[in-house]
């Protein structure tokens, strides 16, 4: 079985000492985000590595392998479908696409879904319909509001801008700092491509929009504009 030579290679690379690092840093106490999850202390270079000798993995395997408590178990096969993904037929693509999208439960860190959501995700909704992003972005999971603002990763990288705002405004007043983040940074970028367009959302919004999130999407402006900004917010009651 595939799946199980995946898994001694993983095993094979545990560091104690690590994994209770990244438990901190990936908020695994009780009433954190990531409660719960399970690290093995294994690097992200570590586990491209170890995924590129494991592309044969079915994706049956990799549905089974997304069940793990183990975070880089999960991660690794996230990694691999992505492999699979940009290399696979029409109908190998779309069926990893509804894979990932079915089995969201899973995929449920930010890390797990910024490495991949962009490549599968937004990949395979480039030229189509995209309800789907919409569904998870007035949904009532965190992972799966994070998911659609990072699917438009692909869009913007594009020049395509529309659905990257429209579920911007749909998380603006989001309670989550993760969504807060993901949210700006998307912004961000928005504006590393065409900067009047992200100047555009930011005249509208900026004094309602949670202050991690403005911070976030004026990262890379010039500092006279950062700061008239943060006035508006501070201003506004």
């Known amino acids: 079985m595939a799946l199980s030579h995946l898994l001694t290679d993983l095993q094979k690379q545990k560091n104690q000492q690590r994994a209770k690092i990244l438990q901190r840093f990936f908020k695994t106490g009780k009433g954190e985000y990531g409660e719960g999850d399970v690290f093995w202390g294994i690097m992200v270079p570590q586990q491209r590595a170890t995924s590129i000798k494991h592309l044969d993995l079915s994706l049956k395997e990799i549905a089974q392998a997304l069940k793990s408590p183990v ?75 994070r998911i659609a603002i990072l699917s438009t990763y692909m869009f913007i990288k594009n020049k395509r801008y529309t659905d990257t705002l429209q579920i911007a405004k749909i998380l603006l007043h989001d309670s989550h700092d993760l969504i807060h983040k993901a949210v700006g940074w998307m912004l961000r970028e928005v504006g590393k491509k065409d900067l009047p367009t992200e100047l555009r959302f930011l005249n509208k919004h900026a004094h309602t929009m949670p202050r991690t999130m403005l911070r976030y999407a004026i990262e890379k402006l010039p500092q006279q504009m950062r700061v008239k900004y943060l006035k508006q917010k501070s201003e506004f009651k």
């Open 71 to 145: 975070h880089e178990v999960r991660l690794s096969a996230l990694l691999i479908l992505v492999h699979q993904y940009k290399i696979g037929s029409t109908t190998q693509k779309e069926k990893i696409f509804k894979l990932y999208t079915t089995h969201t439960k899973h995929i449920n860190n930010w890390d797990l879904i910024d490495l991949t959501a962009p490549h599968i995700v937004g990949d395979y909704l480039f030229n189509k319909k995209r309800e789907i992003l919409y569904t998870f972005a007035r949904s009532n999971d965190v992972w799966k509001k």
